[in-house]
């Protein structure tokens, strides 16, 4: 089978939400795909739904990015295969919602990992693929939380900063050339993740604020292609992160802080 022009994109934390949603947006833009998660049956549905998109050009590779040697097997993989890679989304992360001294440290340890450990590693072994496609995208998933601190998620919040920065200096460093980089930072998206981060007890504003997967996957892959810095997906968000501007900085971290450490302390 041939490649497809567009090249391959490697999405991680694909078998579902935001990253499902962007693999299948990259797969109707043209791209091949590339789907790892650790979750194999879910990959396989994610899979065929991208081929049936853009001509079975669809793999699968089943890896916990958690894992020690998660990255490594990863690029092995792709290597291995000589697929063609021209875009590369850092989407596999982890939320844990507590107080910091509540939470165990290993626990905090490995979402640390995941959500930047992992994403720095695999761009960089990457890049030496990415540079030999006549154009190169990084898009890397941060959240709206990188940009204030958030009481009870201490941790995650810092993490997503890093990614956030992180991706606006690797922006810097890579211009000029063939790759761009891009950082999306949503709002509250209905994936799963208040049910994997323990935070059933916001899942009414979730549901009321909350929009699905596919309104950002659009967003970030519009972004992505016009070589945006950063983006915002939905309106609300955008007019929120407008007023958090406006706020003096510990005014906003404190109302914010506030709705998440009530519903926290109404869990116990």
Known sequence: MTSPAKGYALITGASQGIGAAVALELARKGFGVVVTARSEDALRQVCAAAAALNNGHARAIAVDLSAPDGVDR??????????????????AGQGLWGMF????????????????????????QLLPLLRKA???????????????????MAVYSGSKAFVLRWSRSLRIELKGTNIRVTCCSPGSVITGFTQRAGMQAMDDLARKFGTGPEPVAKAAVAALLHGKAEVIPGLMNVVASKLQGLLPTGLSESIASGIYLKRLRSRK
């Open 101 to 124: 001294d509540e939470l165990t440290l290993d626990d905090q340890r490995r979402m640390m990992h995941l959500n930047m450990t992992v994403p720095v590693a695999l761009t960089h």
């Open 74 to 91: 990863i690029v092995r993989s792709v290597s291995e295969q000589g697929l063609p890679l021209s875009c590369l989304v850092n989407n």
């Open 134 to 152: 006549p154009e190169a995208y990084i898009l890397n998933v941060a959240s709206m939380v990188a940009h204030h601190a958030l009481g009870s």
